[in-house]
């Protein structure tokens, strides 16, 4: 690849030299003035730009490369050096190619998100239950409840849903109960299957629900209720007209406590899950692990920077904009 | 004190035009985004004031507090503080100490330990610290508290740790964040008086913030009227209240009776001013010193308690009688020291009336619908152009 | 609400049921004689013998607190800097982008940033012969990834801290530093303590940035809970998971006593 010479190009490499000129022009009034406050804002930083950004850009890079195997690094360089001194950019676009190609990749995004918004559905249906509740509990008793609800979270998650897989195996606890019962034949269980994975993110991710519904329900002025059945309203009216509404903070924000970070989860889909249950944290890890082919990883991540991160960053980024806004205007 | 043009008392020190002030608030403009919290701020302030900063939310006068104590920056103008700019000194480096709204004592120290926490920075020996924190606690009237933690104490003792914890260093400037807002009205009048006590005895220039104009008037030697930014009256609290510059002034201090009008014509040596008042459809005479052309609109303020009230009409041609008007009594407000008519005139306008009940003997009383006649001399009237 | 309510009350216990069952499961498991758990052979500590005999789970137990223990430690130091500058700064060149790379790690998946630590650690070593793989190069990409948590706490922390208090000691003539030291991280130590047990915890919960960025002998106790729970449930792993759930159930007991009475005696 050799840079054109257009001056379109040329004015845009010139613009970006000389902002960065400027930030650096900046940064260095902020050190001779504020001494002490540069140093706490560059040590986390550094650190972070170092451990967390570059690594990204690493990760780009190789993304473009080519898998080699049984070399060390398993990939190919980017650039390389021809015998005649000439430089030149390897740019393999074909791990991208698969990704869009190979349906593997889309349905695994696909199913991944699948995965994610049912299981949010059932923890808002199990988690507001509990949110209510302990939103309307005596102040002693709310602490016990919330304790309750968080104890499990300091517990190793890997552990959890270990024990998971006791009770939905085949005659496991649950099979063993239902059995019982007569609901279903001895030997019943659904372990290796998308049943158990929604289990088992609706295990995990349960009290990431309850804890933002509980604050917004303590807040709600249940006054209104009282209002409301004054007026001659039923319940369940007044829980779908008032309740419900004014409860929607709540809600979206457990919702996306529950619901981004399922849609990148490896662990429960691979122990719970069957060889079907591939989500794209699956497909990154045996594209690593098992494939050995690093660079379609690496595109992998990028794949799921895009399509993942970004949009949620964006999301965030709107809505302090938006809050600000509002509490300009009050 | 006998004061003469020539020799002002030593209490008035803005009279003295050989007095150099001690802070200077020099064209100080400060701005959040498009708003303007202080806009062009010009003061003078004098050794040993008790100043007020007075005006409601949003008036600037917070933001002018926490520039003097270097807790915000001016966007423009500088501030002197005893012959030496500050404007850029942090507040750490500045000789002035503040006593904030919520009192932001300390909540992990004990009294003791917030009071000596100014001179520990100072690194001043131990056994001075000591005596210097019972001699607060003694000036604030708690000397057996020094080892509670503020969580301990009451709302009012709060307040007086953070005036001695302010005091400690004895700055050169005493700043005061709306002092007596969190007390309750009882409490509040016992410690007006005492912070003026106080101060007399410290000898430190205060400069107050506050939006309560009762307490502005009680403690202060001079008062700036602040709004939207800007200063729009400095006086002591009598000029204030006898002759406010503006309609704004006037409202925001004391009740007031404000009648719209035109100069019919207005004489240089009396200083006499007749204006045609459709308000009440009457014509006023009033007191100015400035000449006013023809045809200018005015307001007139007149204090509900300069107003004189009779059962008939007045005989005309004395000083007492040179403004009259005729009126029904509309609402009656019996306050025990005092009584509020509200006085309707056939023109519509409502004109507020203060009478003090002086003796039981001479009560006068007056029931709803009750013809009045209200008379005011020209002198108790202000003329207001703005 | 007067009356009580019997299908909320159905519903709450449903949800709490569904949170303990399988950790109750687990403790019962834990203590049964036979090795297949869905028949009950007995009540036996057999298998409290066998995980303490069991040397390449306490090497890895050891391990991951260590590795967790520095982790917190260096969490809440970065953290702490990072909550500090973006709360009380205001505008300095560079905050949204620090803003921006501490938001960053906690919605991204786990196995995007084990990935790109590995990459990155992977060219150090090309370049500088550094870091190798193992215990380092896993506490360095915890640190990273806990950190943000620690500053979503210091932050949210000091934004709901009384600003005055740290303007009346600069107006008292201390300095920035002294004013940190002696004021502001008194009022948010419980803060940096939830912040410390919140890093630790999630280090030491970890597996998959622990699985890219370790090295040969390097495994760390989810590693090998979970090499052991892919070849088949092996009960070793239930008394481990009982040991930790009583310990943590303690734990949490306490600290609630503690701050209980902290409270009653406050006033």
């Known amino acids: 690849m050799r840079a054109a010479s257009a001056s379109g190009v040329w004015g845009f490499w010139f613009d970006v030299v000389r902002n960065l ?36 850009l690493i990760v780009l890079k190789i993304s473009f490369s080519q898998a080699v195997f049984g070399q060390v690094p398993p990939y190919t360089a980017l650039v390389e050096h021809a015998a005649d001194g000439a ?47 302990i939103a309307r509990a005596r102040p002693s008793m709310r602490l016990v409840l919330l304790v309750l609800v968080v104890l499990p979270f300091w517990t190793s998650s890997l552990l959890r849903t270990y024990a998971l897989m006791g009770i939905l195996k085949a005659n496991g606890l649950l099979g063993q109960v239902l059995s019982a019962i007569a609901l279903v034949e001895p030997g019943w269980g659904i372990l290796y299957s998308d049943a158990a994975v929604y289990v088992g993110i609706v295990y995990n991710y349960l009290p990431f629900m309850i804890l933002p519904l509980t604050a917004t329900l303590m807040r709600l002025d249940f006054t209104l209720l009282e209002a409301a059945e004054d007026l001659g309203a039923k319940p369940w009216h007044a829980f779908m007209r008032i309740t419900l ?38 497909v990154l890890w045996i594209e690593f692990f098992t494939n050995r082919d690093w660079p379609l990883a690496a595109a992998v991540t990028i794949a799921m920077l895009v399509l993942i991160v970004a949009p949620t960053l964006l999301f965030e980024y709107v809505e302090n904009r938006r809050a600000d806004q509002e509490a300009a205007n009050t | 004190m006998n004061a003469t043009p020539g020799n002002p008392p030593a209490t008035e020190p803005w009279r003295d035009p050989a007095a150099q002030p001690f802070v200077r608030i020099e064209g100080v403009t400060k701005t959040f985004g498009k708003v303007y919290a202080c806009d062009e701020v010009t003061l003078d302030i004098y050794r040993g004031e008790f100043f007020a900063l007075l005006g409601g939310s949003g008036s600037g006068k917070s933001t002018l507090l926490r520039i003097l104590a270097g807790l915000e920056q001016p966007d423009r103008g500088r501030i002197m503080i005893d012959g030496v700019d500050v404007t850029r000194l942090p507040p750490y480096r500045r000789s002035v100490n503040m006593m904030f709204q919520s009192y932001a004592l300390f909540p992990h120290m004990t009294v003791a330990q917030n009071i000596a926490f100014g001179l520990r920075q100072d690194k001043l020996p131990a056994a001075e610290i000591r005596d210097r924190v019972q001699h607060m606690l003694e000036l604030v009237r708690m000397p057996q508290l020094g080892d509670r933690k503020p969580h301990q104490l009451s709302g009012g003792q709060r307040q007086r740790v ?104 207005s004489d240089e040596d009396t200083g006499m001013v007749r204006i045609q008042c459709d308000h009440l459809e009457a014509e006023l005479l009033a007191r100015h010193t400035d000449p006013l052309p023809e045809g200018t609109a005015v307001s007139i303020a007149v204090r509900p308690e300069k107003i004189d009230v009779h059962e008939a009409p007045p005989p005309r041609g004395t000083v007492a009688t040179e403004n009259v008007v005729e009126g029904r009594v509309a609402d009656v407000a019996y306050l025990g020291d005092v009584s509020i008519y509200r006085v309707k005139t056939a023109s519509g306008a409502i004109i507020r009336v203060q009478e003090t009940h002086v003796a039981r003997s001479s009560e006068p009383h007056y029931d709803w619908d009750d013809t009045l006649w209200l008379s005011w001399e020209a002198a108790s009237a202000v003329v207001l152009t703005a | 609400m007067n009356r009580r309510p019997f299908a909320l009350y159905t ?59 520095i982790t917190a430690t260096a969490a809440v130091a970065l953290g702490t800097a990072s909550g500090l500058a973006l709360s009380r700064f205001g505008r300095f060149p560079g905050r949204g982008l620090l803003s921006l790379m501490n938001s960053a790690p906690m919605v991204m998946p786990d196995v995007m940033i084990g990935l790109s630590s590995l990459l990155l650690f992977v060219t150090l070593q090309q370049a500088f012969d550094w870091p190798d793989r193992g215990m380092t190069t896993i506490t360095l990409a915890h640190i990273t990834l806990t950190a943000c948590y620690v500053t979503v706490v210091v932050r949210s922390r000091m934004t709901s801290m009384d600003e005055s208090l740290e303007e009346a000691a600069m107006d008292l003539g201390a300095r920035p530093w ?52 892919k070849l088949g449930v092996t009960p070793e792993i239930n008394a481990l998971a009982t040991i930790i759930v009583v310990a943590v159930a303690l734990g949490v007991s306490l600290a609630g006593i503690a701050m209980h009475r902290r409270d009653r005696e406050a006033d």
């Open chain 1, 245 to 282: 509404p004014l409860s929607m903070p709540g809600i979206i924000a457990g919702a996306l406590l529950v619901f981004i970070p399922a849609v990148g989860e490896f662990v429960i889909p691979d122990i719970l899950g069957g060889p079907d249950a591939l989500t794209i944290g699956r």
């Open chain 1, 87 to 133: 430089v030149s950019l390897r740019l393999h676009a074909s791990n991208y190619a698969m990704l869009l190609s190979d349906p593997l990749y889309v349905s695994a995004y696909l199913k991944s998100l699948l995965f994610a918004s049912v299981s949010t559905g059932f923890c808002l249906l199990l988690g507001y239950p509990i949110a209510y509740g």
């Open chain 1, 21 to 56: 000129f400027g930030w650096f022009r900046l940064v260095g009034r902020e050190f001779r003035t504020r001494r002490g406050r540069f140093l706490v804002t560059s040590l986390p930083m550094l650190w972070l730009a170092l451990f967390f950004l570059v690594p990204f």
């Open chain 2, 162 to 265: 953070a005036l001695a914890r302010a005091l400690a260093k004895q700055p050169k400037l005493l700043l005061l964040d709306e002092p007596l807002g969190a007390l309750d009205k009882r409490l509040r009048e016992h410690t007006q008086f005492e912070l003026v006590n106080i101060q007399e005895r410290v000898g430190t220039t205060f400069i107050m913030v506050t939006h309560d104009q009762e307490e502005a008037m009680t403690m202060s030697s001079r008062i700036a009227v602040m709004d939207t930014g800007r200063i729009v009256q400095v006086s002591t609290p009598a000029v204030l209240y006898e002759y406010p510059a503006t309609r704004f002034v006037a409202e925001f201090i004391g009740g007031i009776n404000l009648f719209e009008g035109r100069v019919l014509s």
């Open chain 3, 178 to 229: 002294r004013v940190f030291f002696v004021i502001t991280l008194p009022l948010i130590a419980p803060a940096l303590l939830a912040g410390w047990l919140l890093a630790f915890t999630l280090s030491l919960d970890d597996l998959v940035i622990a699985s890219f960025t370790s090295g040969p002998g390097s495994s760390t106790l989810p590693m090998v809970v979970y090499s052991k729970v």
């Open chain 3, 11 to 69: 519903a709450m216990l449903a949800g709490y049921a569904f949170l303990y069952i399988p950790i109750f499961s687990v403790i019962a498991y834990s203590f049964n004689a036979s090795r297949v758990s869905t028949v009950w052979g007995g009540f036996s500590l057999r298998w409290y013998g066998e995980l303490l005999a069991n040397q390449q789970l306490l090497d890895a137990v050891q391990r991951s607190f260590l590795i967790a223990a």
